[in-house]
């Protein structure tokens, strides 16, 4: 069982097993969807089956969801070190940055302000809310991100008078970089929320967060509830609280909460948190995290036709980089076909992106470095095949 005070070496074979996903290859995609606790698959399960057996819309069922979605922001409040009531659930990162955008009281003339490596669940509501509003959209070139004097730099010169939204991701989701600025990270790095100097920021629930797919979460700054909209999603729990009009008034993140849930998902969402924060614990896996991390990069980088786009000394636990000669699809194919890796690739940047995880062993890093040295050091028509093993068989009859 895991605990927060069990030696390092018993804590991270504890960690891996109650990761049943992790002995299915090497898991190096956390970036798009993480390894689910086989607790919070049992806690899904189990709210599923009571859903098959006794149905869903009993009245009692649905007065005790309500108590586990407080439960959920409660969870998702720990690990960003926000108030309880600062936190909406929702169904996706890019839904709460959608509640977050068409909140702000956007005007023909105004202008948004982006990043030229914004990820699209960024980009998809702020260009439709420019278009719906007449504001102006602007991309801060920044390269990849790793140069804090060019990105700062480029941020001032889009920022300007008449400028009323900023909208970026925390840590570039191409090459990792972490953006020099108060402003998608929680699970992977610290985050605390009350310090960042933001508005608004969106989380989502199936990555570095090992929740379920279909949950994220928005958290809101206490001082923009007075200028922030209702949202229009919340006014089936306003009405099951309420009858009254000033319901709409709720001074905390319960007006930006959507309905229509998937329980069990939801349920998932806070027992993954509260595994990850009670049990495993956030400093061990922000530390360990990003050292493993540290150690991929440093390990790639070494080797030679290797190029890391990943900015070493900004980089969070993202680990972005090309193979001389290579395409990223086929030089991905075959690392994950000699060492059963899960990654993915970043087809812009024609690269390959690892996503290294705080549960991730310095063995399986040493076994996809040593690959990719072996891919590196050859052509995609010069490298030596994989030995296949022949099974023979007896013919019937």
């Known amino acids: 069982m895991v605990a927060p005070f069990l030696p390092d070496a018993e804590k991270l074979a504890a960690v891996r097993d109650a990761l049943p996903a992790l002995s299915a290859g090497i898991y190096l995609n956390t970036g798009s969807a993480g390894p689910l606790p086989a607790e919070t698959a049992a806690a899904m399960a189990e709210l599923t089956d009571y859903e098959l057996r006794l149905g869903r819309s009993h009245q009692d069922y649905f007065d005790a969801f309500l108590e586990r979605l407080a439960e959920a922001r409660g969870a998702v409040a720990a690990v960003i070190g926000a108030d309880v009531d600062s936190v909406a659930i929702g169904h996706s990162a890019s839904q709460a940055m ?26 998809g509501p702020i260009v439709m809310a420019g278009r719906r509003f007449g504001a102006e959209v602007v991309a801060a070139e920044i390269g990849d991100g790793g140069n804090d004097e060019r990105t700062l730099a480029a941020l001032d010169v889009a920022i300007v008078p008449g400028t009323r939204l900023v909208a970026l991701s925390h840590v570039l989701w191409t090459t990792g970089a972490r953006l020099p600025i108060r402003a998608q990270a929680v699970g992977g790095i610290p985050v605390s929320v009350a310090d960042l100097g933001v508005d608004y920021y969106a989380l989502s629930g199936q990555k570095w967060l090992l929740g379920p797919e279909g949950t994220g979460a928005l958290w809101i700054s206490p001082e923009v509830f007075e200028r922030s909209l209702p949202s229009v999603a919340s006014w089936f729990t306003f009405e099951r609280i309420t009858s009254s009009a000033d319901a709409l008034l709720w001074p905390d993140a319960r007006r930006f909460d959507d309905t229509n849930y998937y329980k069990p998902a939801v349920v998932g969402l806070a027992r993954s948190c509260g595994w990850l924060s009670m049990y495993v614990g956030l400093p061990w896996i922000h530390e360990r995290g990003q050292a493993m991390a540290a150690r991929a990069a440093s390990r790639l980088a070494a080797i030679p036709g290797v190029e890391l786009l990943t ?11 090309r193979i001389a000669g290579w395409k990223a699809q086929t030089a ?32 399986e890093i040493e076994r996809v470095a040593s690959t990719i040295e072996l891919i590196a050091a050859h052509t995609p028509t010069s490298l030596p095949r994989r030995a296949r093993l022949t099974i023979l068989g007896e013919a019937d009859g």
């Open 98 to 123: 959608n509640l977050a955008v068409w909140s702000v009281d956007l005007r023909p003339g105004d202008r948004i302000v982006t990043t030229s490596g914004e990820h699209a669940g960024g980009l």
């Open 311 to 321: 900015p070493r000394d900004r980089m969070a636990t993202l680990v972005t980089f």
């Open 332 to 363: 991905l194919d075959e690392l994950a076909s000699r060492t059963f890796a899960v990654a993915r690739t970043i087809p812009g940047l024609d690269a390959i992106r690892l996503s290294v995880g705080f549960f991730t062993t310095e063995a």
